[in-house]
């Protein structure tokens, strides 16, 4: 069975410095995988997916994900923290091939420090 | 173009009661799916529809339901309301079955916050 799992439930980091969101995945079937932002009272934003085209995937506001095969692992990445990024960072997948429904992960609030 | 529209963005209902929840989609996107977020448990899947005909279901009691109507709008119901159904409910859109990668994508609305008293 397909699961997405996050590490971290909480990370911190100093604004300026690299942000580093965990995803790991397992599937039998080639995944589609996502990572959304959520900021408080609102609604899931799409920042990037992977389907299978392209290993590194840029996405909106800088951040960036490297799908990894070999560790299934879809990590989420930004350079440079800003004060704005602080929010809650969700990892999903399709189950079962490209039009199975969303699995997510436990989430991961990320806060940024001045 | 506009966003997926979940209205209305707040309720408060008794428990025992019912409530209808309603989601537009983006227009020419003919899928729809309703997800529930609470603190405990999380982000989980509901049910999906397309043209009009529930193509997946989660693990949820019959108490929930939902249905898709012509437009591709859609609304879910939430019948004799416990006090666990209190949650975000969120509707995502996508273009649907077919349509490539970009068929993936599932754009989320706003939410409905559902306080059950």
């Known amino acids: 069975a397909q699961s997405v799992t996050q590490l971290g439930s909480h990370v911190s980091v100093s604004e300026g410095a690299l942000v580093l969101l965990r995803c790991n995945y397992s599937?039998?079937?080639?995944?589609?995988l996502f990572w959304y932002v959520q900021y408080p009272n609102q609604g899931l934003q799409l920042l990037l997916k992977y389907t299978s085209a392209a290993t590194l995937v840029k996405g909106i506001n800088g951040f960036e994900a490297e799908f990894k095969k070999s560790e299934t692992s879809f990590h989420l990445t930004k350079p440079s923290a800003h004060m704005s990024d602080a929010a809650e960072y969700f990892c999903a997948g399709r189950r079962g091939g490209s039009q199975g429904n969303l699995i997510f992960g436990k989430g991961t609030k990320l806060s940024v420090k001045p | 173009k506009a966003g997926v529209t979940q209205t209305p963005r707040y309720l408060i209902k008794t428990r025992g009661q019912q409530v209808t929840l309603s989601c537009s989609p983006i227009s020419g996107h003919r899928s729809v799916s309703w997800y529930q977020q609470t603190p405990g448990q999380g982000l989980q899947f509901l049910f999906e529809y397309f043209s009009e005909t529930q193509r997946n279901k989660g693990n949820f009691p019959g108490r929930f339901s939902g249905r898709q109507f012509s437009n591709s709008r859609s609304e879910m119901n939430v019948s004799t309301l416990e006090l666990g159904d209190s949650a975000l409910y969120l509707c995502?859109?996508?273009?649907?079955?077919?349509?490539?990668?970009?068929?993936?994508?599932?754009?989320f609305g706003q939410g409905t916050r559902l306080t059950v008293v």
């Open positions: 599937s039998s079937v080639p995944p589609y």
């Open positions: 995502a859109s996508s273009l649907g079955p077919g349509q490539g990668p970009e068929g993936t994508e599932a754009f």
